[in-house]
């Protein structure tokens, strides 16, 4: 019996045109898109969540380049693995003038001593490595790789993308199931494309667990409607819609704020119960422990971390002990915007005010009038010495005003010594 094809892989775009989501590295005339087009594309990472286009973005270099193109993985695939590919592409090169490319699945997963037998091929031309990624290459991977490598971010694919994706699969009657009598209604495709996360092949298959575990009505047509829609979901349904889980969290972001622990654990575990996962709620604790604790009880940021770190490592519901520690933690500490309102200070400065670093700050062994070599080295004077750090042209700006609350009482007089 031959083995059926997924609707996700059967659906996989071959062509740049085809191609769904991730227009800020693969629209028209961003840098991405001419290196495909015009067959420039050298050695690049992409990293991103899973179901965003990562794989097939691959394929498509590949197929358009004319090249060869080698998949492994590096869960299963070792060192002996890739320099038997290496050895077959350096011969591809020299008698054909062929080039490969190595797609290496999870990538983040090779040690140094891995990673290490394909530099040499990566800086000689013999072959052309794309990483492909859930992890931050620049935390996850040796520096030596991410160094030979473009690297592009994909984003999770929003639920327009999505249903683009879902009609094109019903419609296709060579690849999808456009020859199926299939009627879906918009709210099971709004309801498809929402409980995806922005995975467009997780999107896919609940759409074809949907269609072939339904019959067809007397009408010789196969009805999918929003409660099968979530029935063919691979995890809860869930239970809000996309306005009441934007407001939910909303209101649960504006309870941190407001420093209350009771509207924030309700919310958070309202939004928990309808099928959000813990590791949202966990991200937006360890932001909102800089944006509104900040320096005034840095804990905060500590704790939060540890709790995206439970939900991670442990899952519910042990996980949940965690997140609701972290919560309360960050509700009742003291609060402070200060660090915000320095990050957005700064950002504005670093790009709107160019300037030299001073004389004494650069990287100069000489002494000479210009004041080289004059830097204050802060220990001889007892960990502190009154000097210019700033740029002249800002050589007067303060990003960072400590306020009244919490440990921040404590930083105001050491501020004034500036």
């Not at 984003?155 to 993308?161: A, F, I």
């Not at 009657?173 to 922005?198: C, R, W």
Request: aromatic content about 6%.
């Amino acid at each position: 019996m031959e083995k059926r094809i997924p609707l996700a892989e059967r659906m996989r775009p071959t062509s740049i045109n085809d191609f769904v989501g991730q227009e800020h590295i693969v629209g028209k005339n961003t840098l991405l898109y001419r290196a495909i087009k015009y067959g420039t594309l050298g050695s690049c990472i992409f990293f991103g969540p899973a179901g965003t286009g990562k794989t097939t973005l691959a394929n498509i270099v590949a197929n358009n380049l004319k090249a060869n193109f080698v998949k492994l993985n590096a869960i299963s695939n070792g060192v002996a693995d890739a320099k038997a590919m290496i050895e077959r592409a350096r011969r591809e090169k020299q008698m054909f003038g062929t080039d490969t490319f190595l797609l290496l699945d999870e990538c983040h997963r090779w040690n140094k001593a891995q990673s290490d037998c394909v530099l040499e091929a990566i800086e000689d031309g013999s072959i052309f490595f794309i990483g492909s990624t859930t992890e931050n290459p620049y935390t996850s991977m040796t520096r030596a790789i991410v160094s030979r490598c473009r690297v592009f971010e994909f984003k999770p694919l929003t639920s327009k993308d999505i249903k683009r994706t879902l009609k094109r699969a019903l419609d296709d009657k060579e690849k999808g199931l456009g020859n199926m009598p299939v009627e879906i209604s918009e709210e099971a495709l709004d309801y498809l494309a929402y409980a995806s996360g922005g995975d467009g092949r997780s999107a896919l298959n609940s759409l074809e667990l949907a269609v072939m575990t339904s019959k067809p009505s007397k009408d010789k047509k196969i009805h999918i409607d929003l409660e099968i829609a979530k029935e063919s979901t691979d995890k809860k349904a869930i239970s809000l819609d996309e306005n009441q889980y934007y407001d939910n969290l909303s209101a649960f972001c504006k309870s941190l704020r407001g420093s209350d622990a009771e509207a924030g654990l309700y919310y958070a575990m309202r939004l928990i119960k309808a099928g959000c996962d813990p590791l949202i709620i966990a991200r937006r604790l360890v932001a909102h422990a800089s944006e509104d604790v900040g320096m005034a009880d840095s804990n905060a940021l500590l704790l939060a971390i540890s709790a995206l770190t439970s939900c991670e490592k442990l899952g519910q519901p042990e996980c949940l002990l965690t997140l609701s520690h972290a919560i309360i933690y960050i509700c009742e500490a003291e609060k402070s915007n200060s660090v915000c309102k320095a990050m957005n200070m700064a950002l504005d400065d670093a790009e709107n005010h160019i300037d030299s670093v001073p004389n004494h700050l650069k990287n100069h062994p000489s002494t000479n009038k210009d004041g080289h070599g004059r830097y204050k080295y802060p220990h001889d004077y007892g960990g502190y010495v009154q000097q210019q750090y700033m740029p002249d042209s800002l050589k007067d700006r303060v990003y960072y005003t400590p306020s009244g609350n919490g440990r921040e009482k404590n930083l105001i007089r050491k501020k004034g010594r500036k």
